[in-house]
């Protein structure tokens, strides 16, 4: 359903932000065992304007948080089977009037069950007119809900924020056997440096696993495809990278490889674990920051 709404686009001036609605009545407190954990995740997928307005999700009618672009939140619910509804702002095309913006929203029924995790991203769905008349009333954006899988939502969240209880419990990005130091693997107050690794899905050096240190002390291991980010105080570090090679010789050589960064309060910092050519060993790789891998 479209909706249009007479609203000058200058009006609306904020992204807005990821709040989960605390009233609502789906939402379980954390300490209950007899609960789902749902992820929603909205990546900035580049659009522009009103589109990059918050979303507005609502369970059975009634909101239970807004979504801003780049971020994903989590939400601790009861067993429940509803209608999520997904509330969005759209520029029509072509627009009703100059500056005038539409709500759209998508329905979709879903069953949480306790003890279950589950992960919702938002695929976007373009609306055309069916004839030259209808030009003037329709249109625009909206997005879908869709679940996704648990490697899906790691890739996804190497891509976004996490905002609210999503900040003290976040999406693991590599499996919970391969990380060492869980305790960086999640940003409490003090540490506001984020450091990313990636790891391609080139087939170069596939069978190998590749440690990541932190001065000195290994933190995770990374598998083809995987990416992992670690939190950490402002200071001096340098990060380390290792073959662990499960006993296959040559195939996976010794390899110790370092790069030294010096990180201020905020920075952020992406290093990209890549094998270049045949028989060329790995090398960490700091991407530089705006090459769309931060």
């Given amino acids: 359903m479209l909706l249009v709404l007479g609203f000058a686009l200058p009006l609306l001036s904020s992204c807005g932000t990821t709040t989960v609605v605390s009233p609502h009545t789906s939402l379980a407190p954390t300490s209950d065992s007899n609960i789902a954990k749902v992820y929603f995740l909205r990546p900035d997928i580049g659009y ?7 979303f507005t999700l609502s369970l059975d009618d009634k909101e239970l948080l807004t979504l801003a672009t780049g971020e994903y939140a989590l939400a601790y619910l009861k067993p429940v089977s509803g209608i999520l509804t997904v509330e969005s702002w759209t520029a029509p095309q072509p627009s009703v009037g100059k500056g005038t913006m539409a709500k759209v929203r998508e329905s979709r029924q879903f069953s949480f069950e306790a003890g279950k995790t589950y992960y919702l991203a938002f695929g976007p769905r373009i609306h055309l007119p069916a004839s030259p008349v209808q030009q003037q009333q329709w249109g625009g954006t909206s997005f879908a809900p869709v679940l996704i899988t648990d490697a899906e939502a790691r890739g996804t969240a190497g891509r976004t924020r996490p905002a609210g209880s999503a900040m003290q419990d976040p999406i693991p990005q590599v499996p919970a056997d391969s990380i060492h130091r869980g305790d960086l693997a999640s940003p409490p107050p003090g540490r506001t440096v984020k450091v990313s690794f990636y790891r391609g ?17 290994t933190v995770f291991s990374l598998r083809k495809g995987e990416r ?5 105080a ?3 570090y340098w ?4 073959l662990e090679g ?13 790069r030294e960064s010096v990180l201020m309060d905020g920075a952020e910092e992406t290093y990209h674990v890549l094998t270049e050519s045949i028989g060329a060993l790995p090398t960490l790789r700091r991407n530089p920051p705006g090459s769309g891998r931060n």
């Fill in 246 to 258: 499960g006993g296959l010789g040559f195939m996976c050589p010794a390899l110790f490889e370092r």
């Fill in 228 to 232: 992992q980010t670690v939190y950490l």
């Fill in 239 to 242: 990060f380390g990278l290792e």
């Fill in 201 to 217: 899905t080139e087939a170069l050096g596939s069978w190998c696993i590749h440690r990541i240190l932190v001065d000195g002390q």
């Fill in 48 to 54: 522009t304007g009103v589109m990059r307005l918050a």
């Fill in 234 to 236: 402002p200071g001096r």
